[in-house]
Structures are given as structure tokens and as C-alpha cells.
T-cell receptor, first 110, second 114 residues
Framework: KQEVTQIPAALSVPEGENLVLNCSFT??????LQWFRQDPGKGLTSLLL?????REQTSGRLNASLDKSSGRSTLYIAASQPGDSATYLC?????????FGAGTTVTVRA | SQTIHQWPATLVQPVGSPLSLECTVE??????LYWYRQAAGRGLQLLFY??????ISSEVPQNLSASRPQDRQFILSSKKLLLSDSGFYLC?????????????FGPGTRLTVL
């Protein structure tokens, strides 16, 4: 059974600081890894999808890396802003299903 | 463009009462559809998924059921709610199997069972 862990569970940083969010998974036989953002009481918004053959993906201030062999992914958010405050979820795909971590709740202080 | 709707947005129900949550997708055909539950402080748990009308796969045995009466409609039901059914229910869709495509999520339904 795939287990996905996200560390830390919560993170508070001053505006402008870079954010580093970690995700680890136990079964490296994945098809892809995705990062989602969830605002309080809302649904999930897809941020980045990394196919298993890729090492990283970038979108604006966001960069996600994938090391499938070691079962790790890292999401970097450069020059954080208060609008980046949210919960960030990591999910890995095995066949038909996504397995999610519990998320990292980020607070960016103005 | 594609959109996904869920209703109701919030629901408070007594223990033992029935449940019906609805999800519809617009702007795409033959999507894969998913029901997830998110408990406080925990990751999303896949409950059901469907690759076509009338085709439902259950991930977790419990007192919930799902149906897909139309191509773009997915319904989550229960005959008798339990306290443990409280949570945030999310519907999602994807164009292809999750192995190659992301999933797109609806706004969710907050269910409180008292």
C-alpha cells in the first residue's frame, strides 16, 4: 500500500522568504507525482504534475523536483507572498488511483 | 472550458438519516469520476471511482454507495449516516486514467453528522 508523508505539517515564514515543502512516498513504482493547493474550505487546484520519467517541473515561482528511486519530491516556492498561504498537498499515482499526503499548511506573514 | 459542480456546499444531518451528494461535470465527455473524503488533518481518501455510466469501483467498504446515472453525473449516497461520515467530500474528474493526467476537483461539500 502506498504511503505518502509530508513534512513539515505546518510552516510559517515572513514574506519574501523561499519555501521548501517535502513529500516522501514508499512505493517508487509511480506514474506521476502531483502537487495541489487547497485554500480553507475549498477544493484542490493542481499546481504541477511531474511524470515519472521527469526530474522536475517549473511554473512561475514554483519548482518541483522528483527523485523516484528515493521516493522523494520537493516543492520550492520562490519569494513567498501572503497569497501563497494555503495547504499544499502531494499526491502520487499508482495505476488508477492517487494517494495523498496529509498536506503542509503554509502561512506567509506580511 | 470544463467546470465541475457539487451540491450542496454544506450539509448538517442527524445520525441515521439518508444522504445524497451530487456532482456534475460540464464541457467534457466520458470523464473518469472520483469521490474523495477528507477528514480533519488527514489526506484525501478515495472512496469511489467510475470510468463510465453504471461502472462504479469501491475503494473502501463502508455504508456509502455511489452511482453514475448519466455520463457527467456522479452521486454519493447513504441510507443511514454515521458520526464517522462527517468530513469534506470532494468530487473530481480526469480525461484519462490518472497515470497520465491530472485530476480536477470540485468545490466540495462539508458534511456534519450530529
Amino acid at each position: 500500500k502506498q504511503e505518502v508523508t509530508q513534512i513539515p505539517a505546518a510552516l510559517s515564514v515572513p514574506e519574501g522568504e523561499n519555501l521548501v515543502l517535502n513529500c516522501s512516498f514508499t512505493d517508487s513504482a509511480i506514474y506521476n507525482l502531483q502537487w495541489f493547493r487547497q485554500d480553507p474550505g475549498k477544493g484542490l487546484t493542481s499546481l504541477l504534475l511531474i511524470q515519472s520519467s521527469q526530474r522536475e517541473q517549473t511554473s512561475g515561482r514554483l519548482n518541483a523536483s522528483l527523485d523516484k528511486s528515493s521516493g522523494r519530491s520537493t516543492l520550492y516556492i520562490a519569494a513567498s507572498q501572503p497569497g501563497d498561504s494555503a495547504t499544499y498537498l502531494c499526491a502520487v499515482s499508482n495505476d488508477y488511483k492517487l494517494s495523498f499526503g496529509a498536506g503542509t499548511t503554509v502561512t506567509v506573514r506580511a | 472550458s470544463q467546470t465541475i459542480h457539487q451540491w450542496p456546499a454544506t450539509l448538517v444531518q442527524p445520525v441515521g438519516s439518508p444522504l445524497s451528494l451530487e456532482c456534475t461535470v460540464e464541457g467534457t465527455s466520458n470523464p473518469n469520476l472520483y469521490w474523495y473524503r477528507q477528514a480533519a488533518g488527514r489526506g484525501l481518501q478515495l472512496l469511489f471511482y467510475s470510468v463510465g455510466i453504471g461502472q462504479i469501483s469501491s475503494e473502501v467498504p463502508q455504508n456509502l454507495s455511489a452511482s453514475r446515472p448519466q455520463d457527467r453525473q456522479f452521486i454519493l449516497s447513504s441510507k443511514k449516516l454515521l458520526l464517522s461520515d462527517s468530513g469534506f467530500y470532494l468530487c473530481a474528474w480526469s480525461i484519462q486514467a490518472p497515470s497520465t493526467d491530472t485530476q480536477y476537483f470540485g468545490p466540495g461539500t462539508r458534511l456534519t453528522v450530529l
